[in-house]
């Protein structure tokens, strides 16, 4: 069976940017900025988006608005928010806020999750226990990230058992889906294809997602390989904005409208309004103050209406 004998008929696309995107600026920004865009987003078609980070300001300044940002949104009916929280103290931020899921993230590499979350494994593990089961208890949703999987700074070539073992006991302890990340973007599709060989043997397609980078320009190519594998959600975000702080050299995510773009062209549908997701990035370029690099401009998105 050829890959295009096996694309589907539509695929989610969970949207980083306001999140996992602005929390890597130096500048720091308005929260009214960060309301226009993620408004934008939604006006787009966007309905899963990660909005905030109930983390300690102290670490990062970036994200210390996340109430703020929730009641100045309001309500969008059909669209679900989401915030990272790494612990107890997190959870109770976004339950205040009125979040509808959590999220937590660790990494396979014992060094990178060292330098991002000044703990080990085992400890990051532990802390959740103070937001996983009891934001079940409460009715939130508990989404997983597991990062460096193709790959670390740090040490190089990680094993991807590590990464499944971390997956299987985030999936026992509640989470409803794991994030697979290619956090520095080295990620080829034969690696990625002997990645989730491996995790859909074990893991149900449904309960795993792809989380880019596009340090080399492979992300589309490895969702590619994610698609004929089964893989149904793909994180992005708009502009590629993003990175992260202990990755050093790698470059943003995956670009939300070049993935649109794409699988439009490829006729899977996405619910998003090109042209509208286009004017978002133009918001959240305008926002960061420079050029960002997701590729396609306003003569692709009108192009693929032909």
């Known amino acids: 069976m050829s890959l295009f004998d096996s694309l589907p008929s539509e695929v989610s696309i969970y949207e980083v940017s306001p999140r996992d995107g602005l929390q890597n600026e130096a500048a720091q920004v308005a929260t009214h900025a ?91 593990l532990a802390a959740f226990d103070e937001v996983i089961e009891p934001a079940v208890q409460r009715g939130l949703r508990v989404r997983g990230y597991v990062s460096t999987v193709w790959g670390c700074p740090y040490e190089g070539e990680i094993d991807p058992r590590a990464a499944l073992r971390i997956a299987h006991t985030l999936l026992e302890r509640g989470c409803y889906q794991i994030s697979l990340g290619d956090t520095i973007g080295v990620g080829t599709p034969v690696q990625t294809k002997r990645i989730l060989d491996l995790f859909l043997s074990e893991i149900p397609q449904e309960k795993l997602a792809l989380h880019l980078h596009d340090t080399r320009g492979t992300a589309l190519a490895n969702v590619l390989v994610g698609l004929e594998m089964g893989i149904r959600t793909f994180d992005a975000s708009v502009g590629g904005l993003g990175g992260c702080p202990y990755a050093p050299g790698a470059a943003g995510n995956l670009a939300t409208e070049d993935l649109v773009y794409t699988l439009e062209g490829m006729g899977i549908k996405t619910g998003i309004d090109l042209e509208k997701l286009w004017m978002a990035g133009q918001i959240a370029e305008a926002i960061v103050g420079r050029e960002l690099p997701g590729k396609v401009h306003r003569a692709g998105v009108r192009s693929l209406r032909c």
């Open 34 to 124: 960060k309301v226009r865009l993620i408004e934008a987003l939604i006006m787009s078609g966007l309905k899963r988006i990660e909005i905030a980070s109930f983390v300690s300001p102290r670490w990062v300044p970036q994200m210390a608005d996340g109430e703020e940002v929730c009641r100045m949104l309001g309500k969008h009916p059909g669209v679900q928010y989401t915030a990272l929280c790494p612990n107890g103290k997190g959870l109770e931020r976004a339950i205040r806020a009125g979040v509808h899921e959590v999220a937590v993230f660790i990494s396979a590499s014992e060094t990178h999750n060292k330098k991002n979350v000044n703990k080990t494994v085992a400890e990051t």
